[in-house]
DNA sequence: CATCCACTGGAATACCGGGTTC
DNA sequence: GAACCCGGTATTCCAGTGGATG
């Protein structure tokens, strides 16, 4: 072997540009200890959960805002205030569970959260699945009960949870309060859409929003300053040009105000400079940090498809080589999707299903497609690659199912495949 | 204003993981 | 441990619907 006598991560050991401070400042999942611009809302949040430290159970809120303006961070800081307050009292009883219902979105799922995270240490865990809904109910209504505390029950994206099964869960947990004297429940939901209470029964409506908050975007401004907040953290304020951070505000002010993803331009810059030759973060690298994060979202969202959206986007992209402007209607790639599945040896699924899926991915923005009618000559979806298809083929075929279609070639008159 | 094609919402079915019963 | 119950998810089946054009 050559090169024997040099070290095998000798290549990947770049200079690091973050030596002291903490790199995980600019990771998703941080909780800074300061807020930049969201103070006032944390002071609001503490004192509506306040009367829990002297246990009364406190009002029910929902925090409404736009993604990365600060909602699940401001609750989790009030939340580590909290565990910290009570610390060493024993005269309170509080315990708080967290549900992202992005994840658990089905009543069983949220039940079992709860249920789990009243559960003590020695307790065996409550099966994910099998009991009948009632049972699980009373079980957690029991822990309610056996742990005679204030319960503080998170539900980011709680949205997500009611578009997806409803409002019964919530009826559910709201009604232990009335079922028990011991024990209190209450609920802070975070929502990203102002308007899913519509979704709502009104009994449960006006149970569950006694309070609200709406967190409004950051301006550039605003985010110019979280950006440093969290350089700091990270020790790496004096290797970013002021110019840098503030194009970096400013790209990501312009979409919605989202601070995550401006912290997340601002990582990748980090990244990009210390394998790179520059010492410092410029306004190119933030650029450039911008490009690779559009380009990384599109992999992920297209490479972690299911296998018979990625087969109706691979006939999308197909079409979109063959004709000129890449517009098609249901029929006619539909049959092309027939083929190619047929091909790879799986069913097909039905036009039905298909339409859907073509839902999903118009949502995922990897696609557009709409309705158009004919009048006489019907009506049908017309669909079409929002990325070169070129692109998008290289994710898919990077796929090893897919692998199979590399020679797949469209051919102009027959979309026949082979 | 009829007509045509397929869009679309909802009910029905199949299957899965896992508990429960006998 | 076979047979059945339970909730969740994916898909299919079916019938009602939409809407511009000729």
Known sequence: MENSSKNLFEKFTYSSLIVKGQRQALEPGFVPDRLPHREKEADQLAEIISPSLKNFKPSNVIIF???GVGKTSVVKYVESEVSKAIQSRLDV???????????????????????????????EKLPFTGWPLDKLYATVLEKVRSFAGIVIIVLDEIDKLV?????????????INEVTNEGRVSILGISNDLRFTEYLDPRVKSRLIEETMVYNPYNASQIYDILRDRSLY?????????????????????????????????????ELTEKGSEKRIVDDTIY???????????????????????????????????????ISTMGEFYDLYEKISDRMGVGSLTQRRVADIIGELTNLGLID????????????????????????????LSDEILAQLKDVKPTQKSLLVS
Not at 163 to 175: F, T
Not at 239 to 250: E, F, G, N, P, V
Not at 290 to 314: A, C, G, M, Q, R
Request: charged share 25%; aromatic share 4%.
């Open 93 to 123: 009883k509080i315990k708080l569970i967290d549900v992202n219902c992005g994840v658990v979105d089905n009543p069983y799922g949220v039940l079992l959260a709860v249920g789990d995270g009243l559960l003590e240490t020695w307790e």
């Open 65 to 67: 805002g736009k993604p």
């Open 234 to 270: 990270a020790g790496i304020a004096d290797s970013i040009d002021d110019s840098a951070m503030k194009t970096c505000a400013a790209l990501a002010a312009q979409e919605h105000g989202d601070a995550r993803r401006a912290i997340d331009m601002l990582r990748i810059a980090v």
């Open 163 to 175: 578009k997806k099964s409803g409002d019964s869960v919530l009826y559910q947990l709201l009604r």
């Open 369 to 396: 497609s709409k309705v158009q009618s004919f009048g006489r000559y019907g009506r049908t979806t017309t669909v079409s690659l929002n990325y070169s298809s070129a692109k998008i083929k290289d994710i898919l």
């Open 288 to 326: 450039e940090a911008k490009k690779k994060l559009e380009k990384d979202v599109v992999v992920e969202t297209v490479s972690t498809l299911p296998l018979h959206s990625k087969l109706v986007l691979f006939a999308i992209s197909l079409i979109d080589e063959i004709k000129s402007g890449g």
